[in-house]
């Protein structure tokens, strides 16, 4: 009987990160709502879930359309399971000299990294708020990126999103953890070794070398000790890099 739920926001292709803290959650023994915008996609990652012994359904929803969120938090809150961990793990990027970045794709780099994010995260927890009597514990994470800390020339648009997401979390932190919610931005600061890359990049990524790139597995098992931790010593900013990454 799985007693807890997990909802993961932005999940893409089964060798990524949202994949990846889907299956690490369910072997954790959470019930976990798979969240994305294709319901192919999202069907064949909780079929492998369910195939390996775990539980998950899909949960679609963009999360750029606020009464989509909505409608997808009240299926998560009429499942029966407390929700104990919430993950916003969407997001894209798009490399591009400043001068040719348009004010629509400005915007939607925004709308995914930051919008996204301040309305799921109030769609999660006014429910986490209603739960606390029954859930066990209860953390918000959110995927960050170095650009974050130090814009870089051709991402501006990127950087500027998750910037702003970075520092949204900060704030949600100091007004929810003293009511015992985790919330903790996690910052990814070197290359994933998934789909994309591999598929787009091969040779960079056979380049950087062993353990050159961030292991999708190594990356979920940092999420899931972050739920873990105690409250009187949570962290509220991770940063994942590989050991050969310079600062």
């Avoid at 893409?12 to 949202?18: F, I, K, S, T």
């Avoid at 000790?225 to 050991?243: F, I, V």
Wanted: aromatic share 8%; proline share 4%; glycine share 10%.
């Amino acid at each position: 009987m799985h007693e807890k739920a997990a909802v993961i926001f932005g999940v893409g292709p089964r060798e990524g990160v949202g994949a990846e803290l889907c299956c690490r959650a369910a072997r954790d023994g959470f019930h976990v709502f798979v969240n994305g915008r294709s319901p192919a996609k999202l069907s064949a990652i909780v079929a492998s879930i369910i195939a390996e012994g775990g539980s998950a359904e899909p949960l679609v929803a963009d999360v750029t359309a606020e009464n989509q969120i909505i409608t997808a938090m009240r299926q998560v809150a009429s499942s029966g399971y407390p929700l104990e961990l919430a993950i916003y793990n969407a997001g894209n990027n798009r490399p591009e000299a400043f001068l040719d970045v348009t004010p629509a794709v400005f915007e939607d780099l925004w709308r995914v990294t930051c919008l996204g994010a301040f309305m799921v995260s109030q769609q999660v927890l006014k429910l986490m708020l209603q739960q606390q009597n029954i859930a066990q514990r209860q953390t918000l994470l959110f995927t960050g990126a170095s650009a974050s800390l130090r814009g870089k020339a051709g991402f501006s648009a990127f950087a500027a999103g998750k910037g702003a997401l970075r520092m949204l979390t900060q704030s949600i932190a100091r007004e929810f953890g003293p009511q015992g919610i985790h919330v903790a931005h996690v910052l990814i600061d070197g290359v994933v070794e998934g789909e994309k890359v591999r598929t787009r990049f091969p040779e960079y990524i056979n380049g950087l070398g062993e353990d050159g790139a961030l292991k999708l597995e190594e990356i979920a098992d940092a999420y899931i000790a972050l739920h873990a931790q105690g409250r009187s010593a949570w962290t509220q900013e991770l940063d994942l890099r590989p050991y050969k990454e310079s600062f």
